[in-house]
């Protein structure tokens, strides 16, 4: 048998064993072979997913350009955080303006992220339910087409384990030793024991959230993303996929110096919408009481969350600044999402789990070098739901033997139309019953077994504050919506209608 190595001794023996013919050119086509599957391989693109936790869309600079000064500064004068590094994923790529979360709570919206499909269906539509174990990720389906795959961070998805540190189920994620399951911890730390929480514990067993000896290598989000470029310069030669889920700047409000005083000279008013009016304001908002009992804005939690925001963006940029260096930029897809926003106070709550905008609306952000044109910006609903069918899609990775709620909206993102308008509906819902939405790129319908429909229109009334539902003018919006609204809960069995607890 020939034992040529190379191919110079492939044309010796060639040339001169002429019985040796036919092995030489087997030789070279299974070459041949090797090289355009080596090359193809290289064709195939990365993912990065960056995932932040209850992050308000008003922080990040190129969502406050969408909006009217107004909204824009919705805590008063010169209350802005700059977000340069996340802007630039958007500047270099495309901002969505209507992208929501499907169920506006972390496990359930984390849930339809990495299936494509609703919360009901995925064993995790509550928080702390862990996921079907039948579930199939997008990461399973890459780590089928050949990909490296990779969770660092927060993950919510495993049941009530907590810290959880890489749950025995990985669903598609080869490497996920920094996958954390629940928590918001400040401090982490790694020796040769693995993963550790490095907070002090208070004497009824909970973490004390002190961040005073933290810093650059140990405060969580710094520590995260540490981890994250070493398993992206570990796998830089081969297609990969890393989602990195940062826990802030979700609660407790504390984050590392210099972050922790930078935002101490700003001023945060209350929202003009802090203190709705019972008699006025919808029945799902629950507000307890005979008077609404919102307090006023506390300036070091503030402070604290546009530090967290800021700590992200430098992070971000660490990363960016990593695949330039790497030459990973082009053949690399970055997204930045979140799982939900965080109404900071705006119709007298804070957190989540309301339909209205800045709890059910998030982020989201994607640049593809080459193949997304820069400065795209889409005016169309999508939910989590559609994530998972249409990055497979963007990454040209056939998901055809597999059945989604969302769809596979690629197509959006690598036309060359430079704006998308579309009246597209999409249906969200809340993890506890409350209600049901139906929202596009305008108008919001929202019902519930505890009061009569409620219809916005958030081009009117971005405040959210006035029910159209009844108006005449409104009357078709109307009906359009709710038809949609209920041709959807029906094909997605929405647990309310089954119930029978939501009548036309």
């Known amino acids: 048998m020939c034992q040529a190595k190379t191919r110079d001794e492939c044309i010796f023996v060639y040339r001169y064993y002429p019985g040796m013919k036919n092995i030489v050119i087997a030789l070279s086509l299974f070459a041949v072979f090797i090289g355009k599957i080596d090359a193809q391989k290289k064709k195939q693109p990365n993912l990065i997913i960056i995932h932040t936790d209850e992050h308000n869309l008003r922080t990040l600079g190129c969502y406050r350009e969408t909006m009217s000064e107004e909204q824009a500064l919705m805590w008063g004068k010169n209350t802005i955080v700059e977000t340069p590094h996340l802007d630039r994923i ?12 499907t169920s506006p709570v972390c496990t359930p919206s984390r849930a339809s992220m990495i299936s494509g499909l609703y919360p009901i269906a995925t064993g995790s539509h509550r928080n702390d339910l862990p996921l079907n174990d039948e579930l199939v990720s997008f990461a399973q389906i890459l780590k089928e087409n050949g990909y490296a795959t990779s969770y660092v961070g927060k993950w919510h998805l495993d049941g009530d384990a907590k810290p959880g540190f890489a749950p025995e189920r990985q669903f598609g994620f080869n490497d996920n030793r920094y996958m954390i399951n629940r928590g918001h911890w400040k401090v982490l730390a790694e020796d040769e024991k693995g993963l550790r929480v490095d907070q002090k514990m208070g004497k009824n067993g909970m973490a004390i959230f002190s961040v005073d000896e933290a810093d650059d290598e140990s405060f969580t989000t710094d520590f995260l993303v540490d981890r994250s470029l070493e398993i992206i310069k570990r796998d830089k030669e081969q297609p ?70 800021k700590c992200i963006d430098d992070n971000v940029g660490r990363i960016m600044d990593f695949l330039d260096e790497e ?178």
Not at 90 to 101: K, M
Request: aromatic letters at 12%.
């Open 90 to 101: 958007a500047q270099e790529g495309v901002l969505c303006e209507n992208w929501y979360a």
């Open 240 to 309: 990969f996929v890393l989602m990195l889920s940062i826990p802030d700047p979700h609660g407790p409000n504390h984050v590392r110096a210099p972050y922790d005083t930078m935002f101490d000279h700003l001023h945060f008013d209350d929202p003009r919408t802090m203190y709705p009016d019972l008699e006025t304001s919808p029945k799902w908002l629950n507000l307890k009481g005979k008077k609404n009992r919102a307090q006023s804005m506390k300036q070091s939690q503030m402070a604290h969350y546009f530090g967290m925001v």
């Open 327 to 504: 030459g990973l930029n082009e053949n690399t897809i970055v997204v930045f999402t979140s799982d939900h926003g965080d109404l900071m106070g705006e119709h007298g709550k804070h957190n989540k789990g309301l339909p209205y905008e800045m709890s059910a609306r998030v982020p989201f952000i994607l640049k593809y070098h080459g193949k997304v044109k820069t400065g795209k910006r889409i005016e169309k609903a999508y939910t989590m739901a559609d994530f998972t069918p249409t990055i497979l899609g963007l990454m040209n990775v056939d998901h055809s033997a597999y059945q989604f709620h969302g769809e596979d909206l690629s197509k959006d993102f690598t036309s060359k139309t430079k704006a998308i308008k579309d009246d597209r509906i999409v249906y969200i819902t809340n993890a506890f019953g409350r209600w049901v939405a139906a929202v596009d790129n305008r108008y919001k319908l929202v019902l519930s077994p505890a009061d009569k429909p409620w219809l916005f229109d958030l081009e009117k009334d971005p405040d959210e504050l006035i029910n159209y539902y009844m108006d005449p003018e409104y009357k078709a919006i109307g009906e359009r919506l709710m038809s949609e609204l209920y041709r959807q809960m029906k094909a997605f069995n929405e647990p309310l209608l089954e119930e029978g607890t939501i009548i036309r």
